[in-house]
């Protein structure tokens, strides 16, 4: 169900956004919706999600209609404050949002572009787990106004897949993938590696089969063990080996070997896209520190620089809403040195890079050794930009706790 939600200060009952907020219309907005339900809760995973037996009262089939609510209330919300502005991106996240019914998540997103309305260039992708995707699935999402698919592949060797407590079967990611072409979605595929037991030869077989299929977009991401899992537990208790970091190494290498050979370019630390048109729009807008407003139980919002966080169970979650409150728990707002830190550790992950004029003191020194032991481009750095070689992407938080400093 996920790890606890951050301490902050009181959320205001009507969610107003602080008088003082120096709102910039200019800046792009994007929306995030929570679907919190899984058929299974994955070892690793310790997202906020929950099986039909966790639910207590907030059952699926009443869950449009209570995001909607939030939906409606932000609303009203922006427009007070002089925020409200066309989405460009809309990201359907979870969980599993295809456990939904496609009518369901067409119903939301109707209620995000009625709201707000799209930008006409608005990317609107759906994550799913490959079993949940149908022919008329596919057909339905793309009608509805959805133009990205992001299918939880993870791998294509079965005893990985079992490890992670991944119940779908390796061929129903082609069956997907079939699916979405054919409905005219542009395509991601998820991936993990470094899972207990996982060879390198192993990922490289379900590299293989990723790249078989063509993606637009491939994400990879090493498995982090997160306190409170399944995973942790089984580690703990010897059942499992932990993962090995200079295999994570050897494996990301591959990936990034494999992949630019493909075609495909990286362009944050753990993404690769068959050219720039198809890098995901709305994870760069959280990388570059624009709007979003995240609607579910358990989301995180950002509007000019105050963060907001949801109550995280969805019976709470709809009491909030069914009462006409806001469902927020708490909220911050950083300060300027807090948000320079933040910028750094987000945009130096992306290839364009972060401006070394946006580093202080110490930091802005240390560019010149972090060159020398091969971590940042020397070119990118003479031309005013801090950007990773591959072997800073490898060791991306020791870079950046380095600018930081």
């Known amino acids: ?72 209330l932000a609303r009203g919300v922006l427009e007070a404050a002089g925020a409200s502005r066309p989405a460009r991106t809309v990201f359907f996240g979870g969980g599993t949002p295809t456990l939904l019914p496609p009518g369901d998540l067409a119903r939301m997103l109707a209620g995000v572009r009625g709201a707000f309305g799209l930008s006409r260039d608005a990317e609107v992708t759906v994550e799913a787990n490959p079993d949940t995707v149908t022919d008329a699935t596919a057909l339905a999402l793309a009608e509805a106004g959805v133009t990205r698919l992001s299918i939880g592949m993870q791998s294509a060797v079965p005893h990985v897949l079992a490890v992670l407590d991944r119940t779908h079967e390796p061929a129903n990611v082609r069956t997907a993938v079939r699916a979405a072409r054919a409905a005219g979605l542009d395509v991601s595929l998820d991936l993990i590696y470094g899972a207990p037991g996982e060879s390198l030869s ?14 637009d977009h491939v994400s990879a991401y090493s498995l982090i063990v997160e306190d409170g899992t399944k995973l942790a537990r089984q ?20 990936a990034d070997d494999l992949l630019a050979a493909g075609g495909y370019e990286w362009y944050e630390v753990s993404n690769w896209a068959a050219g720039a048109p198809h890098r995901s729009r709305h994870n760069l807008a959280y990388w570059r520190g624009a709007d979003w407003w995240g609607f579910g139980p358990g989301a995180h919002s950002h509007v000019a620089g105050l963060r907001w966080w949801n109550v995280k169970h969805p019976t709470a979650y709809a009491q909030r809403l069914a009462t006409g409150e806001s469902p927020a728990a708490a909220r911050e707002r950083p300060d300027e040195t807090a948000r320079r830190l933040e910028a750094v ?21 240390a560019v010149a050794s972090l060159i020398a032991d091969g971590l940042v481009d020397g070119p990118s750095a003479v031309h005013g930009r801090i950007v990773l070689t591959r072997r800073g992407r490898l060791m991306a938080d020791a870079v950046v706790r380095t600018l930081t400093a």
Do not use: K
């Open 202 to 215: 192993d990922w490289r077989e379900s590299l293989d089969a990723a790249l078989e299929l063509g993606p």
């Open 345 to 365: 550790l987000l945009r130096s992950r992306i290839r364009e890079g972060l401006p070394v004029s946006e580093l202080l003191g110490e930091g802005r020194h």
């Open 1 to 72: 169900m996920g790890a606890a939600l951050p301490l902050g200060d009181p959320a205001p009952a009507d969610g107003a956004l602080p008088d003082d907020l120096p709102i910039d219309a200019e800046v792009d907005f994007g929306v995030y919706l929570h679907v919190p339900f899984c058929r299974v809760r994955c070892g690793y995973c310790d997202f906020n999600t929950y099986t039909a037996t966790e639910l207590g009262g907030a059952p699926q089939d009443a869950y449009a209609d209570t995001l909607l609510g939030e939906v409606e």
């Open 235 to 254: 580690i703990r208790r010897g059942e499992v080996a932990e993962p090995d970091d200079d295999l994570q190494a050897d494996m990301y290498e591959l």
